[in-house]
C-alpha cells in the first residue's frame, strides 16, 4: 500500500499499457496516487485505465484529460469518465464559466457521492511569459492570468486547480486550506528539469502550499522507480534523502 499521507501523484506518461501497469505496480507502495493522461487515454481508452489500475493497489487515479469545448460536450466528457472512478479529473479554466458549471453538474449528476473532484487547469508549467505574450495574454502577468483563472474555477464551483508551484503560496492564501492545488513543475534538485519552465523541489512546493505534487521522469525514468520515488518521500518529510 501507499504510504499514509504521500502527496506525490506518479506521472505514467506512456502510450504503452504494459508499461504503465508495470509501472503502476513497482512504485504502489512508494507514491500516493497514480495520474493518466491523454496520451494514454487516446492509445488505451478506459480498457487501458483498468488496467494500469488493477496493478495499483487500490491507489486513487488522477485522470488529466484537460477537457476543453462548448459546455455540453466537457459536460458529456466528465459524465462518460465518472465509471472509471477517478479521483480527480482536469478541464481548463479558459473554457470559461458556462463550461465549468455544466462540468461541475455533469460530475455531480453522473459521479453521486463518489464523484470526481474537478480541477481547473491555469497556465501550463510548460510555458513562460514570453509564451503568454505570443498568445495573446500580454495584458496579464503570469501570477495575474494564473489567479485570473483560479478564480473562474473557484466561481465555476471546481474543487481546486492545477497550478506552477510558483503560483501555490499566493492562490493557497487567496483560497484557504480546502481548495486542491495539484502541482506539477516539480523536480528533486537531483532530477533535470526537462520540460518544465516553471519549477521547484518537492520539499519547496508543499511548504508553499501545494496539496498534491504531480512527478513523472524522475521517478519512471530512474533504475529504482520505488526507491526513487521513496527519496521524494523522505525529501518531503525533511529525512536525509542523500544517494
Known sequence: ??????????????????????????????????????????????????????????????????????PNTVAGGVRAVCALKPRYVTIHAAGGPAMLKAAGEAARQAGGAERPKLL???????????????????????HEQVANLARLAREGGLDGVVCSPHEAASLRAAFGPDFVLMVPGVRPSWSAADDQKRVMTPAEAMRAGATHLVIGRPITKAADPAGAARRIADEIAGRNAAA
Open 1 to 70: 500500500m501507499a504510504q499514509r499521507g504521500n502527496p506525490v501523484f506518479v506521472a505514467l506518461d506512456t502510450t504503452d499499457a504494459a508499461e504503465a501497469a508495470a509501472w503502476a505496480s513497482r512504485v504502489a507502495g512508494a507514491v500516493g496516487g497514480i495520474k493518466l493522461g491523454l496520451e494514454f487515454f487516446c492509445a488505451n481508452g478506459p480498457a487501458g485505465i483498468g488496467a494500469v489500475m488493477g496493478e495499483a493497489s487500490g491507489l486513487p487515479l488522477f485522470l488529466d484529460l484537460k477537457l476543453h469545448d462548448i
Open 120 to 142: 481547473g487547469v491555469t497556465v501550463l508549467t510548460s510555458l513562460s511569459e514570453d509564451d503568454l505574450d505570443r498568445v495573446g495574454f500580454a495584458r496579464r502577468a503570469m
